[in-house]
């Protein structure tokens, strides 16, 4: 049998762990006519904007950065993702919400499937979601540390800590209370001029 325009694209994404959309899919001037495929990405894209991450419910799992692959193949729906850490008690709380969505708007097979590598980094949460997380009171990942070399180095061998700002106040005058906040992906800080305790999104 020969693959399908969609299986060999499939074959692609899982291979490199591509980012969900090729540059041609981000350029959205496609004609519908011609392009039924990418205007199935486009609309699921839409849908998927609506499903939130159930720790953080102002974050979508677009914001996130999680989604990995949207694959149609005939009449039906596949929606890679990558777990934020692995062993993630979201994850299947967040496979389930993507098909029922999926499902309200009419697309009746949906897969989701996991691809673990690469790994999800913070980085690939948008510039919007580090917004939202700090407007939702917890300061985003810093990801400008983590990119840091000798930074990175002097946490794991010091454990220095990193200048993490209070999502109430601004102030970097804060304090590590403890590596785990209400989840595992969080740690918990405390303001030393404003006194508030804060979760902190942690980098991975
Ligand atoms: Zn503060």
């Known amino acids: 049998m020969p693959k399908s325009e969609a299986q060999k694209e499939l074959e692609v994404y899982r291979k490199t762990g591509d980012a969900y959309l090729s540059n041609e899919d ?5 004609s519908k006519s011609d392009k039924p495929n990418k205007n199935i990405k486009e609309e699921i894209l839409l849908i ?4 939130c991450d159930p720790e953080i419910p102002v974050l979508s799992i677009l914001d996130l950065g999680i989604v990995r692959g949207i694959i149609p193949i005939d009449d039906e729906i596949e929606i ?4 934020t850490y692995s062993g993630c008690p979201a994850m299947d709380a967040i496979a389930i919400d993507i098909k029922l969505k999926l499902i309200e708007y009419g697309y009746k097979k949906v897969k989701v499937s996991y691809t673990l590598s690469p790994a999800w980094t913070t980085s690939w949460m948008t510039l919007e979601g580090k917004n939202k997380l700090k407007q939702y009171g917890i300061a985003p990942p810093n990801d400008k540390n983590e990119k840091d070399f000798q930074k990175r180095i002097n946490n794991l061998l ?3 800590e990193e200048n993490i700002e209070c999502p109430q106040c601004h102030s970097t005058h804060t304090n590590l209370l403890s590596q785990f906040g209400s989840t595992a992906c969080k740690a918990l800080y405390q303001c030393l001029d404003c006194r508030e305790p804060f979760d902190y999104f942690k980098c991975h």
């Open 158 to 160: 010091f454990k220095e």
């Open 48 to 51: 998927l904007q609506q499903v």
């Open 26 to 30: 981000k350029n959205m001037n496609f």
């Open 80 to 83: 890679i993702i990558t777990p």
